[in-house]
């Protein structure tokens, strides 16, 4: 008798452990679907397009936020004065490098994307590629005019050299190098600085 009045608490726990294990399998596997890139994108290349900058529900957004951080006081000052000759020195000795490689030469027609206050382009002409320039949100003239890296203020093949490290900034990465490869000369070179691991400290 006791052991037909445990066979259905036995199922019942099984059948709620069953039940439960299912839910939870289902939770699990849902994938969600990836967002496709806002409507207001200047030209996004593909509705699938990878974001390494994650959190933005519009173009606008994304832009807004990449001007408050270049427009701040604070960051300017330190960029134009305590890093300005640190970062112009790590610049000349990276610069000077792909030139005895022969990857740059004085007469290259050069850019720097996403310069903000024109440190690697001051490097590059301190190196003697004077045909240089950079762009980013914010001009800082003579060294930096405005433009979007996501949409190049250029004709086709206009430089022989680019040079950026902000392709991790890009909303469109994609997009970011369609535009440098529609810019590029036939033969030109690009160079893309990556920071592969971030610390804080």
Not at 104 to 116: D, T
Not at 117 to 139: C, F, H, M, T, W
Not at 143 to 167: A, C, I, K, W
């Amino acid at each position: 008798m006791k052991a037909n009045r445990t066979a259905p608490i036995v199922l019942k726990y099984f059948f709620i452990s069953l039940i439960f294990s299912l839910l939870l399998l289902l939770l699990f596997s849902y994938q969600p679907h990836h967002r496709n890139p806002p409507t207001d994108d200047p030209e996004p290349s593909d509705e699938g397009d990878l974001r390494i900058r994650p959190g933005y529900s519009t173009y606008e957004g994304y832009i807004q936020r990449q001007l408050n951080k270049t427009l701040n006081p604070k960051l300017r000052n330190l960029w134009t004065t305590r890093d300005w000759d640190r970062k112009i020195n790590v610049f000349s000795k990276f610069f000077t490098d792909l030139k005895q490689k022969g990857l740059l030469k004085n007469e290259s027609k050069a850019l720097c994307v996403g310069a903000r206050v024109g440190q690697e382009v001051e490097a590059l002409k301190r190196v003697g590629v004077n045909d240089s320039v950079g762009i980013d949100l914010v001009p800082y003239p003579p060294l930096v005019l405005r433009g979007d890296f996501h949409n190049q203020p250029f004709e086709n093949e206009t430089f022989d050299f680019e040079f950026s490290n902000v392709f991790d900034h890009a909303l469109y990465p994609s997009k970011f190098v369609e535009e440098i490869e529609r810019t590029l000369r036939p033969g030109g070179i690009c160079v893309l600085h990556v920071a592969l691991v971030s610390t804080v400290g």
